[in-house]
């Protein structure tokens, strides 16, 4: 596999039994489909090794903008998207094997994001305050407070009578 910011040769290692693929050009990682969540928390040794592992090849790149080939998957573009909803860091993900491309120092700026179980709980409960159902109401209808039929009726026989009984 190649890297595909500088179109180098991956190096494959296993960290905790977990294969990624590092690019010594530049510091970048391919993980697998569904690999990610065993690096994103900081305080996990997975996370923690493979972010020292990966600093010693960082450099600086010109132009993250520029869209990247999957290093898996021949002629297929990544789509680049948030990975999370603050909206800090932007992840390359494959349509096609849903690897994930790593640009370097992204997997530390992911660690540092990430919340624990109390700032999560406090997030969710403010999201769904902020996104609360909001109830729409119409202009009445005609019929809106119209009792039963049989109430209509009876009230009609009642009309009647009161108006055969005044002739």
């Known amino acids: 596999m190649l890297c595909p910011r500088t179109q180098s040769t991956l190096k494959k290692i296993n960290v905790g039994r977990v294969p990624v693929y590092v ?7 391919f993980l697998e489909n569904q ?3 065993q690096f994103e928390c900081p305080r996990d040794e997975r ?3 493979l972010v020292k592992h990966l600093r010693q090849f960082h450099t600086e790149l010109n132009s993250l903008q520029h869209r990247v080939n999957c290093p ?3 002629n297929t573009v ?3 998207r948030f990975y999370s909803p603050l909206h800090v860091v932007e992840i390359d993900e494959c349509p096609g094997c ?5 640009d370097a120092g992204e997997l530390e700026k992911l660690q540092s994001l990430m919340l624990n ?3 999560r709980a406090l997030l969710r409960h403010d999201l769904m305050r902020e996104h609360d159902t909001i109830e729409i109401k119409g202009l ?12 209509k009726v009876d009230a009609f026989f009642d009309i009647a009578s009161y108006i055969t009984n005044l002739f």
Request: glycine fraction near 12%; charged fraction near 35%.
């Open 140 to 151: 009445p209808h005609i019929r809106d407070n119209w009792h039963k039929r049989s109430d």
């Open 23 to 29: 690019s010594e050009a530049c510091g970048g990682v």
């Open 72 to 74: 898996v998957c021949d």
């Open 98 to 102: 849903g690897g994930i491309w790593l």
């Open 35 to 37: 690999t990610l969540k």
């Open 47 to 49: 996370g923690e090794a």
């Open 117 to 119: 179980e109390k700032e």
């Open 78 to 80: 990544m789509l680049r």
